[in-house]
């Protein structure tokens, strides 16, 4: 059956196509646009009239393309940003006055399971022990501990993500040396008194780290994280974007991902391996029988 998902998270709203077969996912078409919805609400956490309409017009052009492939069944969801936005009815409205879809808000624990259940059931081996799953998202963070493919032993939803910690640690391009240094003191805040459980291998998603594997590889460990850290604290967005084939929107949030990525490093205890699936593939995956 071809299903498709769109995501409105805090930094893009995202599509994904897929044909769920067997119990797995054979993925036909993917889209993200950068709609920024966590960026600059205002003091009451609103959402901004333009920042509402232009997710409405991304979701009704996803939709539209989403249909014209073939997907029977597409589900509209919205994270972090949405969750924590006082008029995040208005956004809804709006999505279903442009395209008629309506719009789910899930939990932060629904999208810590979602994360688990996507990287779990993507992999191509089964792990012989728990499972850790870095989810790095714009508007927040899951920290997942369980067993393949969806039993989750322990989690953890931070409230920081890649464009709130960079929009409020890391404006300059590149990122100084004091804002890195603010930046991993506000991460490890976060993170002070969270017992993280340590599990036999670890994956990393979204799109922090998806980018980060252009520049270090598909292996996140003390080294790669560090050297990556050099290099984009070195070099403007620009320049990273044009030498690894990456949009510079994406690399200006790429410190403050690494920065968490790195975090969940540390508390593992495990190096991250990219993982090939996320929310959006635990999602397709839900009701596939295996």
């Not at 974007?241 to 403050?256: D, K, T, Y």
């Amino acid at each position: 059956m071809r299903r498709a998902c769109i995501d409105i998270g805090s930094n893009t709203t995202r599509l994904l196509v897929a044909d769920c077969v067997g119990g797995g996912l054979v993925e036909i078409h993917q889209d993200r646009e950068f709609t920024h919805v966590g960026r600059g609400r205002g003091q009451d956490g609103t959402i901004d009239e333009g920042r509402i309409r232009h997710v409405a017009e991304v979701v009704d052009r996803q939709l539209r393309e989403a249909r014209s492939l073939g997907a029977r069944e597409v589900r509209v969801v919205a994270t972090a940003a949405i969750r924590s936005a006082t008029n995040a009815r208005v956004l809804i409205d709006a999505v279903r006055e442009a395209s008629g879809a309506e719009v789910e808000i899930i939990s932060d624990e629904e999208e810590a399971r979602l994360a688990f259940v996507g990287v779990a059931r993507t992999l191509d081996h089964r792990p012989s022990g728990p499972l850790g799953v870095a989810d790095v998202g714009g508007g927040s963070s899951e920290l997942v501990v369980g067993h393949a493919p969806d039993e989750i032993t322990w989690w953890a939803s931070l409230a920081m993500g890649s464009g709130e910690l960079a929009e409020r640690c890391l404006p300059s391009d590149p990122p100084t040396d004091r804002e890195l240094a603010e930046a991993r003191r506000v991460v490890a805040g976060v993170l002070e008194g969270v017992e993280v459980p340590h599990p036999t291998e670890a994956a990393a998603v979204g799109g922090s780290a998806a980018s980060l594997a252009k520049l270090a590889g598909p292996l996140l460990d003390g080294p790669t994280l560090s050297g990556s850290l050099r290099l984009l604290a070195s070099h403007p967005a620009r320049e990273i974007a044009e030498r690894f084939g990456l949009e510079v929107q994406r690399v200006r949030l790429l410190p403050a991902g690494l920065l968490i990525l790195q975090a969940a490093f540390e508390h593992f205890g495990q190096p991250l391996r990219l993982g090939r699936g996320g929310v959006r593939e635990g999602l397709l995956l839900e009701g596939v029988d295996g």
